[in-house]
């Protein structure tokens, strides 16, 4: 099993930033992809990036490129995604995600372990 913890959500204007953390622990050598999703009131949960836990290589949905940015720390197994210029239509409840696989990362229903989540809101 693994668990994930997010942080780091909250209120913030829009044009702000805010950075979500995502740690993990437990069976984390069995994890090849780390992802964030995002669900809004009244929408299905929808991705938002992805990142390869070994290589690093990056993944986002249309909405977000040039504005999020996800990274991770393997020392700390912790996953980030860092948030910039963001839109009242970023407001959703954020989930962090792990896969034990590196392929269908977009899928949420592929993913096998789910954090909590975190409330972002940004207000316009």
């Known amino acids: 099993q693994v668990q994930l913890v997010e942080s780091g959500g909250g209120l913030v204007q829009a044009g702000g930033s805010l950075r979500l953390s995502c740690a993990a622990s437990?069976?984390?050598?069995?994890?090849?992809?780390m992802g964030w999703f995002r669900q809004a009131p009244g929408k299905e949960r929808e991705f938002v990036a992805a990142?390869?836990?070994?290589?690093?290589?990056?993944y986002y949905a249309d909405p977000v490129k040039g504005r999020f940015t996800i990274s991770r720390d393997n020392a700390k197994n912790t996953v980030y995604l860092q948030m910039n210029s963001l839109k009242p239509e970023d407001t959703a409840v954020y989930y962090c995600a792990a896969r034990r696989s590196v392929v269908a990362i977009t899928i949420q229903r592929e993913y096998d372990y789910w954090g909590q989540g975190t409330q972002v809101t940004v207000s316009s």
């Open positions: 990142v390869r836990w070994s290589y690093g290589n990056t």
């Open positions: 437990g069976r984390t050598f069995t994890v090849y992809t």
